[in-house]
């Protein structure tokens, strides 16, 4: 991964929340340091109720990362679009996020417990 990110297991257990359900909680999430962007928690997919999310239309490539899918959450108060995304076949120097989903902070909760 070099110098530009790190992944680290992330501390503590977390739990997930949007559109006043709970999406998960975990205690094998992983945080990932990009450059100086704040540091993302990526999440274990197994650990997400996936029957929330749907697999949009919406993509994006990071040169370091690979290719990323992104997912909208069902909520009771309505679709929330793009909230989480997933590198289902990263970059072999971030191998250890594929299986994971991480959340926008201003659509998804993702708080330390």
């Not at 992944?7 to 559109?19: F, H, L, Q, S």
């Not at 999430?29 to 239309?57: N, T, W």
């Not at 909230?83 to 902070?105: M, N």
Request: proline letters at 5%; glycine letters at 8%; hydrophobic letters at 40%.
């Amino acid at each position: 991964m070099g110098e530009h990110i790190t992944i680290k297991p992330a501390t503590g257990t977390y739990v997930m929340r949007a559109g006043g359900a709970v999406l998960g909680e975990t205690t094998r999430a992983l945080e990932l340091i990009e450059g100086s962007y704040p540091p993302v928690i990526y999440i274990p997919r197994e650990d997400i109720a996936m029957a929330f999310l749907d697999a949009s239309d919406t993509t994006s490539s990071c040169p370091h990362k690979g290719q990323a899918s992104y997912y909208n959450i069902e909520a009771k108060s309505g679709t929330i679009a793009d909230a989480a995304w997933s590198y289902e076949t990263p970059k072999d120097a971030v191998a250890d996020i594929a299986g994971h989903l991480a959340f926008y902070s201003n659509k998804v909760a993702v708080e330390q417990i």
